[in-house]
């Protein structure tokens, strides 16, 4: 069994500590005192309301200023507290004190830190939790040994906190009566319980994107900056993405200020300033609504026009290594630019163009770039001709990140990116031959 020893100070806010003589004149001059309403708050400026769990209410100094008696529905991890509580004083409404039947709540992912306010403690295992009491007018069965995921519904600053006294309290050091109804208002007053099915739930591991993988803009007018947090020095860029807008991703995720950033570039790179298009992306609101998804893209049919009318994202979100047979021009065939193309590991570099395209024009805008190992020649001349390749290479992961002359730092993953998107040829044959 598990003993809890609440010293004065938090036995306010566990148990709403105020201080009475034994004499009846006194207990029915503070019984008075404590039937005025309390003044009105203003909301403190760290409210995050509606809370997005349970961590967000345990890091709320002020609940009840914060979030009134409005009944509160989050996830958590419940533990039934079967311990011992070292009570300084005789507090009523004894349900609000040691008299009533005291929850644990902790956030499901047991994450967290230990904050500086009443209602946090420190358990054996689970580090920050939530405390809360049964209202005694709510049928609720718990089980002795409770240990699970629920749904919580509760509130704070019930209304019998207006009645908080103690009839008892050892010493001199009791407090004063609104000290007293402040502690019983920041009481978690719980009205329902209900087991949670996780076999449902999405497993956080599984649903966090990792770098180079592809997601995609699940709502509109998603902010980028360029650096996780909304703090002075993450400078919001004026672009504003909409769904389905794909993304790369190249880092992440980066707790910050409440969310999960990630560090991507969008679809269409003039978006966002700089010579590589990328910033910071929030994946969720702070109420868990999804800002990103996985890249669920609307893919063509893999012909030359289709392909080229694509981003070379959209290329690779659509095709990954998928074997891919276009037929049209092929010319404008050079070595490689290291200066232009400093991270691609080909030697060669053509031009995929569709039929009669644009013959003044070189290289032809309406095609797509091609590379290969060997299997190409150096013909300048377009030769009709019928081409099989990938994007998505295997030798893209060792692709290295070597930035473009005078273009400034270069973003972790950018070579692989860069490879990733690129047609890689495996073979080439004469049209009709």
Not at 101 to 116: C, F, M, S, W
Not at 308 to 329: I, K, M, N, V, Y
Request: with cysteine; aromatic share 8%; charged share 15%.
């Amino acid at each position: 069994m598990r003993t809890r020893s609440l010293l004065p100070i938090i036995a306010i806010a566990l148990l709403a500590a105020c201080g009475l003589t034994d004499t009846p004149g006194q207990l029915e001059t503070q019984a008075a005192e404590t039937q005025a309403p309390p003044s009105q708050e203003p909301v403190p400026a760290d409210c995050v309301n509606p809370p997005a769990d349970v961590s967000t209410l345990i890091e709320q100094q002020r609940p009840a200023a914060c979030y009134g008696n409005a009944d509160l529905t989050l996830e958590a991890h419940a533990t039934l507290f079967q311990g011992v509580m070292d009570c300084p004083g005789a507090l009523q409404p004894d349900w609000l004190g040691c008299g009533g039947q005291q929850v644990e709540l902790y956030p499901l992912d047991q994450a967290g830190r230990l904050p500086e306010f009443l209602l946090a403690a420190r358990s054996r295992n689970n580090g920050a939790a939530l405390f809360g009491v049964i209202h005694p007018e709510y049928d609720i069965d718990l089980h002795r040994g409770l240990d699970a995921p629920v749904t919580v519904t509760g509130h704070f600053d019930d209304p019998a906190a207006a009645t908080c006294r103690y009839t008892d309290w050892p010493g001199a050091d009791r407090p004063g009566p609104a000290e007293t109804i402040e502690g019983c208002r920041s009481r978690f007053v719980i009205t329902n319980l209900e087991l949670l099915d996780l076999s449902e739930m999405p497993d956080p591991a599984e649903a966090a994107f990792q770098a180079h993988d592809i997601a995609q803009v699940t709502t509109t007018d998603l902010v980028v900056r360029s650096a996780p947090g909304v703090g002075a020095d993450s400078e919001i860029y004026d672009w504003q993405l909409d769904a389905p807008t794909l993304l790369y991703v190249f880092d992440g995720p980066v707790a910050a200020d409440g969310y999960d950033w990630y560090q991507v570039m969008p679809s269409n790179v003039d978006y966002l300033p700089g010579p590589y298009g990328v910033g910071w992306v929030a994946a969720a609101g702070k109420d868990g609504e999804p800002w990103i998804g996985p890249a669920q893209p609307d893919c063509p049919a893999p012909t030359l026009e289709s392909v080229a009318a694509l981003s070379g994202l959209g290329a690779l979100a659509c095709f990954a290594d998928t074997e891919l047979t276009l037929e049209g021009d092929l010319g404008g065939c050079a070595a490689r630019d290291e200066a232009q193309s400093p991270a691609e590991p080909w030697p060669t570099m053509c031009w995929l163009s569709p039929f009669d395209c644009c013959p003044d024009v070189i290289p032809y805008p309406s095609g797509i770039v091609v590379w290969n190992e060997a299997v190409l020649s150096h013909a300048f001349e377009p030769q009709p001709s019928v081409v099989t390749g990938h994007f998505d290479d295997a030798s893209a992961a060792g692709c290295q990140d070597i930035a473009r002359d005078g273009a400034g730092p270069i973003p972790a993953g950018w070579g692989t990116y860069v490879c990733r998107t690129s047609f890689v040829v495996t073979s080439v044959d004469p049209l009709g031959g």
